[in-house]
């Protein structure tokens, strides 16, 4: 399994872009780049998911290099309400009997201010 | 319901006791997982289930038991409550197929107090 590594925290304020970069120098060919949003008391929610390049939602924008030993998760223009955990996952492509273990690092803790 | 019920959202356990935390899904996902959350220790996998009939250990199964009857349901049992199991435990699932795999989609989370 991949190891992931994030900057424990981050600030930030109102209006700006926010990146995000997880490290995760041995990723392997069939693994996938996963980033949750996580608010106080609730579980972790899916924000976008991508395995190279540049991928593009409404929420955000993830970007993968060619080696794909690291993403970055964008957020355009934050505000107060993006205030909250972010976790990268990179985990393997369902292997038939094989099982998933899908693994969380300890997350980013963005603080956005006004 | 929608998405994924667990149950209790807090208990207060004594020691010893033993104690089943439920969590149901109707998205009829095939993979099941419980991650606990502890603070400044992010979520760690305790076990999984690939389909019903089958369960895997996670990161740090010792102290807990799952079983997979059917498709939707995927109770977590602490045979005997410990204080070092007080945490928020969170249920998940996902669709195996393919990338989908990779994108849980979790419960609101019990909140679990051992003294």
């Known amino acids: 399994l991949a190891k992931t590594t994030q900057p424990i925290s981050m600030d930030s304020y109102e209006g700006q872009e926010v990146n995000i970069t997880c490290s995760h120098n041995n990723i392997a060919t069939n693994d996938y780049i996963t980033w949750y949003q996580q608010f106080p008391s609730q579980g972790p929610r899916f924000i976008i998911q991508g395995y190279k390049t540049k991928v593009t939602n409404e929420v955000a924008s993830l970007f993968i290099p060619a080696d794909r030993k690291s993403s970055t998760l964008s957020l355009p223009r934050v505000s107060l309400s993006d205030t909250a955990v972010y976790y990268c996952?990179?985990?393997?492509?369902?292997?038939?009997?094989?099982?998933?273990?899908?693994?969380f690092g300890t997350g980013t803790q963005l603080k956005v201010e006004l | 319901i929608a998405g994924i019920t667990q149950a209790p959202t807090s208990q207060i356990l004594a020691a010893g006791r033993r104690m089943t935390l439920r969590c149901t899904q109707d998205m009829r996902h095939n993979a099941m997982y419980w991650y606990r959350q502890d603070l400044g220790l992010g979520l760690r996998l305790i076990h999984y289930s690939n389909t019903a009939g089958t369960t895997g250990k996670g990161e740090v199964p010792d102290g807990y038991s799952v079983s997979r009857a059917n498709t939707d349901d995927f109770p977590l049992t602490l045979a005997s409550a410990v204080p070092s199991q007080t945490s928020v435990y969170f249920c998940?699932?996902?669709?195996?197929?393919?990338?989908?795999?990779?994108?849980?989609?979790f419960g609101a989370g019990s909140r679990l107090t051992v003294l």
């Open positions: 996952l990179v985990g393997t492509l369902w292997v038939t009997g094989g099982g998933n273990k899908l693994t």
């Open positions: 998940a699932s996902s669709d195996s197929s393919g990338a989908g795999a990779n994108v849980l989609t």
